[in-house]
């Protein structure tokens, strides 16, 4: 062909091209303004938000004499159960008004979260807690406002900077040593504190809150804080951060969930919840503190060749040791009852059904043939039906039993108008244990998770992690905990449950009110 036809094919190659993608966007114009007619209409049939069902305030005092001792029905009740009770009387979709704060909507519906995650654009927003709100903001001027806490664009800025650091599977793959350590000295210690009769104490979960903590500082901290040795000084790090942390959650049930007046009268919970926050703050700066010499003391190559921490890169890729500060905290407010919980509620389920802990048990001799010896991440990587098993606990006994999102437009909620910017429950206890999604939901089914079981295809009904990009940022870290202790513990030990059923409460995490004390025996 000769240059100028090739010329002019080229050309109209080019203009077909033009209109082509013309037409496209004309497409996508005309699909996104029927969409917008339809949510239109839609939001103009739907009923108005004040119709939503829910307990009716009284004139003076509104729903928050409910919550009263002797004349409230919901005086005393978890949070799960709570929820569980208003879905109960009113539906899928209910309204708490008539409290000291914003109204609360829960929802139980699948498909209604769905809607409310898909259109929460790109920066969700989700209301902290209104005590650490107030701490970070207005107590603490001079440092950056947490991930947890904040939202916007200042929650966009901080969040990308930490998911280089978090997000990336190729960070956890340093900590899966330390991470065993830890858990190998767990182990040690139950052999340590059982009866002779292989009883655990009946403060068990007070020593899964130590391993929680003990693995999560040393993501945080870049330290081993020595919680699971023998005697501890009462006066160390170790233990005055335990007893901060704890305290801390134990103020913010009574201050955030029940109804109280600490915004307008300084009660004594709420100066024990500034002390601990102020407390916290020092002990976290300390480490900071530390880390940031560590890296002055190094030179530029030593910087650029060696492998950096969590805690260098944090403070590398923010440049700002507040950052890190803020970080710090976030990892271990968020970190250490969290994981905890999940690891009681998966022991739990594993000791109450020892079909399922043998299946376990024979994954666990065939991958790691030495009981005593440290586990690999090629190791860890075969573990199918351990992660079912992890996943399978977390459905049935979720740690948290609602997450909560503000809505992000305007939108139809389950037939009614929701207005921007209110603020949504999501019931993911009710939701995990719906038999349209996951049948025999009350049985503890780990195989269902693996290929060819009866797992739900609907991606919104499991999340334990949350959903898009405020998800957990500390997920990778939490399996990694619980995949490596859950092998460590049932490749040495079996674990027998002699009692009635446990009961569990809701306040800010799952907890278990019964005692978890497990007959542990040892294994080969
Ligand atoms: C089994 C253990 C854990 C569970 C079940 C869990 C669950 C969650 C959930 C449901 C959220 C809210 C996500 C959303 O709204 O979409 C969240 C947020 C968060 N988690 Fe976790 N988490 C766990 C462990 C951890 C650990 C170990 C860390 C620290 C390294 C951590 C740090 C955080 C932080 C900082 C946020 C706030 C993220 C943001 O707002 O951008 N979590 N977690």
């Not at 049939?45 to 939503?52: G, L």
């Not at 603490?140 to 991930?147: A, E, I, Q």
């Not at 233990?239 to 704890?246: Q, S």
Request: net charge positive; glycine share 6%; hydrophobic share 40%.
């Amino acid at each position: 062909m000769s240059l100028p036809r090739v010329q002019r094919a080229a050309r109209c190659a080019l203009r077909l091209q033009q209109e082509r993608s013309a037409l496209r966007a004309v497409a996508a114009r005309a699909r996104s303004t029927a969409a917008a007619l339809a949510a239109e209409a839609d939001w103009d049939a739907a009923r108005p938000y004040s119709d939503i069902p829910g307990p009716k305030p009284l004139a003076v005092g509104g729903n928050a004499w409910r919550f009263m001792p002797y004349v409230g029905q919901f005086h005393g009740l978890g949070l799960d159960e709570l929820i569980a009770a208003l879905h109960a009387e009113f539906g899928p979709v209910c309204k708490l008004g008539g409290m000291p704060r914003p109204d609360l909507l829960f929802v139980s519906d699948v498909d209604i979260m769905q809607s409310v995650l898909r259109n929460e654009g790109s920066w969700p927003t989700r209301r902290a807690a209104q005590t650490l709100e107030h701490y970070f903001r207005d107590l603490r001027k001079n440092y950056l406002v947490s991930l947890a806490v904040s939202n916007g664009k200042e929650w966009q800025d901080f969040r990308s900077a930490v998911n280089q650091v978090m997000m990336q599977p190729r960070n956890t793959a340093p900590y899966v040593q330390p991470i065993d350590s830890v858990a190998q000295d767990f182990v040690a210690r139950m052999r340590e504190i059982r009866a002779p009769d292989g009883r655990m104490p009946a403060d068990y979960t007070d020593e899964l809150a130590k391993w929680s903590l003990e693995s999560i500082s040393y993501v945080a901290l870049d330290t081993r804080l020595g919680l699971l040795a023998g005697d501890l000084d009462p006066t160390s790090d170790a233990v005055v951060m335990m007893d901060t942390i704890r305290g801390l959650f134990d103020c913010m049930y009574n201050l955030d969930i029940k109804p109280s007046v600490w915004k307008w009268v300084s009660t004594p919970t709420y100066r024990k919840f500034v002390g601990n926050m102020h407390l916290f703050t020092s002990l976290a700066s300390k480490y900071v503190d530390r880390a940031v010499a560590r890296l002055k003391a190094l030179s530029r190559r030593e910087l650029e060749q060696g492998n950096r921490s969590v805690l260098e890169s944090l403070l590398i890729n923010t440049g700002d040791p507040t950052k890190a500060v803020s970080m710090v905290m976030d990892m271990l407010l968020a970190g250490v009852d969290t994981t905890s919980a999940a690891m009681s509620g998966l022991l739990y389920q594993l000791a109450t059904n020892p079909d399922k802990q043998a299946k376990l048990q024979e994954e666990l001799d065939r991958v790691i043939p030495d009981k005593t010896a440290p586990i690999t991440q090629d190791q860890m990587e075969q573990l199918k039906y351990a992660r079912a098993c992890i996943k399978e606990a977390m459905r049935l006994m979720p740690v948290l039993p609602t997450s909560f999102r503000d809505t992000g437009k305007d939108q139809v909620l389950g037939g009614y108008r929701v207005p921007k910017g209110t603020t949504v429950g999501m019931s993911s206890l009710v939701m995990a244990q719906d038999e349209r999604y996951f049948p025999k939901a009350r049985q503890f089914l780990p195989e269902r998770w693996l290929p060819g079981g009866s797992k739900t295809d609907h991606p919104f009904a499991f999340l334990p992690f949350g959903f898009g990009p405020r998800m957990c940022v500390g997920k990778r870290f939490a399996n990694l905990e619980l995949e490596n202790l859950v092998a460590k513990i049932f490749r040495n030990f079996t674990l027998e449950w002699n009692q009635p059923p446990a009961r569990t409460k809701f306040t800010i995490f799952l907890k278990f009110e019964t005692p978890l004390q497990f007959i542990v025996r040892d294994r080969p």
